[in-house]
T-cell receptor, first 114, second 112 residues
Framework: ETGVTQTPRHLVMGMTNKKSLKCEQH?????MYWYKQSAKKPLELMFV???????ENNSVPSRFSPECPNSSHLFLHLHTLQPEDSALYLC?????????????FGAGTRLSVL | AQSVAQPEDQVNVAEGNPLTVKCTYS??????LFWYVQYPNRGLQFLLK??????LVKGSYGFEAEFNKSQTSFHLKKPSALVSDSALYFC??????????FGTGTKLQVIP
């Protein structure tokens, strides 16, 4: 495996629910990322935590809220989602100061919003 | 702003034949280029990278990629395709500020 673990693997939620996605990395990396993967669209970078600073994509709706309590854990809190938010959500980590910034991905959470 | 283009949504190739998956890029400064592969129900997996040096880069599973600065391309190649190579392939470029941009992906189908 890649050293990046995401839970749950599958999630079905209603539009009024609140849920959280979890990501954990065991690679000693100092940057973590949330991506959204939808069919036939580029991989969309949602949030980056790098050296404990958050960098976000300003187009991400506020119904998505990230949390990074330490360099090994990353959460994505979800509330009042829309059906178009259904997608595969991927977490990744990297060692940003290594120069190459090769990212290691988890297997993803397949989210369905009803 | 940097960008990556993968012009083919899908590439079909017969098993045993050579394969090419195309990628062109646009970035300021020297490019850092990557290929990733995604198997069904999995995250992306790093295949190979170009930073500097030889224009032909070798990676995992027998894949290689050719960097062409004048054509701003970084095509992925393999001399002999396997059915197990069937997957989604992503090209990516990194700029001087560590930002990585991925392409839309190309589905490779290797036909037995």
């Amino acid at each position: 495996e890649t050293g990046v673990t995401q839970t749950p693997r599958h999630l079905v939620m209603g539009m009024t629910n609140k849920k959280s996605l979890k990501c954990e990395q065991h690679l000693g990396h100092n940057a973590m990322y949330w991506y959204k993967q939808s069919a036939k669209k580029p991989l969309e970078l949602m949030f980056v935590y790098s050296l404990e600073e958050r960098v976000e994509n300003n187009s991400v709706p506020s119904r998505f809220s990230p949390e990074c309590p330490n360099s090994s854990h990353l959460f994505l809190h979800l509330h009042t989602l829309q059906p178009e938010d259904s997608a595969l959500y991927l977490c990744a980590s990297s060692h940003q100061t290594s120069g190459e910034n090769i990212q290691y991905f988890g297997a993803g959470t397949r989210l369905s919003v009803l | 702003a940097q960008s990556v283009a993968q012009p083919e949504d899908q590439v079909n190739v017969a098993e045993g034949n050579p394969l090419t998956v195309k990628c062109t890029y646009s970035v300021s400064g020297n490019p850092y280029l990557f290929w990733y592969v995604q198997y069904p129900n999995r995250g992306l997996q790093f295949l190979l990278k170009y930073i500097t040096g030889d224009n032909l880069v070798k990676g995992s599973y027998g894949f290689e990629a050719e960097f062409n600065k004048s054509q701003t391309s970084f095509h992925l190649k393999k001399p002999s395709a396997l059915v197990s190579d069937s997957a989604l392939y992503f090209c990516a470029v990194r700029d001087g500020y560590q930002k990585v941009t991925f392409g839309t992906g190309t589905k490779l189908q290797v036909i037995p």
